[in-house]
């Protein structure tokens, strides 16, 4: 007898923009693919990267998050979700949960709530920004110290924002760090002029950190299922004693915990995007439950991929790498796991050993 | 312009296409199906037609309930209204059938232009074309890799083995287009969710007029008497190079008439 299905709160139409920046992203665009983007953007030439971009602007990606008065579509949390999984999916560089999720959230809360401390000259400016990255000619990242203390792809980005406490500020980039992924270029966040400042501000704040999380889980959900399909594939075309790897049950059970834990990741994932749209009050544990388990479940995959993968695994010239570093990158991004943990444990009325990671 | 373009379901191309053990039809059920890779490039040129000429255009599909994923897909790519031609009686119809009834639907719903798909992955006729003109009495501009509109004259680049024909016809007319002509568009999270709201008309062969005793697997011209599964692969010959390698692999290629 055939399991009943998952009941999948995706809508068919989710499925197909799901399956449209699929083929997208697999095509690559202007003669670049996007594993070969991601490598250029590591090494400094963004060129391809952003030519994947300003394609997906036509699709619509860049537009999700921003409100219809903008030239957005004011979508739904589970259409970013979807969008972010297969941006996972395929390892599209650039500030992904920044750019689509968490700079439009603090911009939209800057226009509509009043906060900017100028009035309508800065809500001006944000609604031109908003228009801007709808229209995909805008790439943005932020810093939110202490849950997010860098700005990835500060240097690539034409608006860098520093959210701290309850003080949104412009900012520039500082000193860049290394992080495990090459094409995840961090820089400290150099603050200047004060655009937003307040009690309402922090509100806003809490809730940019919380679909950022949302989003990069969604990613790393993404990047999980691609490092499964690859490791599947190995395992069938290389051969070991006479057949394919995928045969020993060493190898055959570790790929399918594996798929257990992305299947049990992604009702969690669509959940917390669906309470996040209700403004359900369970949002933000239901958010840092589906960050814990879609880190999980992607961490999970990476490290059985490059078991399986052997030692070609290891090479750098193999695409593999590319999810692994990002798997680790995106793992304490947005909060660490203990973090998020500690968000759970609390909403559900225990007190754990471990603080909740904010001051 | 009253531009319509027919689109056809076909099993996946990357999985194992088989015909059904019973009566000899392609087996559709146990494979995924998808919008005949070639109809991608009919809409994408019907759509660049409409946005430089203004008009309408309309999808067309014959075949199951399933057809209706790949109507969708048109829609989301950008068409603005569709009719599905669905009924039991056209199971196992073959190409001859499948113009007599893309016909008569077009005969119903009208048109100025026509662009289809050079040819189906799955049966690979490539002659649609040609028969829905003869039946239509219009002139057909098949193979085109450049379409060029001017008034109700149209001019197509004609693709053909070492160049191309400038053919030029009158509208109405039907083409078909080659995958040189343009790139196809992704569906976009806009033209996705409007694709919802964009109307689709259901037709059965008694609302296009369509006698049910010249359709159908039944009444087909053609008939698939007998088939025989593809073998598997043989393994190959394998030769140890001990430095005459070259001249083992020139002496195969000789063996099979390639040098």
Redesign the interface.
Known sequence: MMPAPMISARSPEQEQFAGALHDMLGAGAGGATTTGAARQWAAGDRAPGLGLWRELAGLGVTALTVPPQWGGLGASPLDLVVCCEEIGHHALPGPVAESLAAVPLLLTALCTEHLGTEGRRDEELCAGWLTRLADGDLLATLAMPPRLPYAVDADAAGLVLLASADTIRLATPGTRHQSVDGSRRLYEARGGRVVAHGPAVTEAIRRALTVGALASAAQLLGAGRALLEASVRHATLRTQFGRPVGAFQAVKHRLADVAIGLEFARPLLDAAAVALAGSCPTAGRDVSAAKVACADAAHQAARAALQVHGAIGYTREHDLSLWLTKVRALLPAWGTQAEHRAIVLAAVGGTGLIGTGSP | MNIVVCVKQVPDTWAERKLKQGDATLDRESVDGLINELDEYAIEEALQIKEAHEGEVTVLTMGPQKASESI??AL?MGADKAVHLIDDALAGSDVLQTSYALAKVLENIGFDLIVLGAESTDARMGSMAAMLAERLSVPQLSLASKVEINGTAIKVNRQSEDGYWQVEAQLPAVISVVEKINEPR?????G??A??KKPMQVMSCADAGIDTSLVGLANAATEVVDFTERPPRQAGTIVKDEGDGGNKAAEFLVTQKFI
Do not use: G, L, Q, T
């Open positions: 969708r897909k989301s992704y569906p976009s999270f806009k996705i969710m694709a919802k």
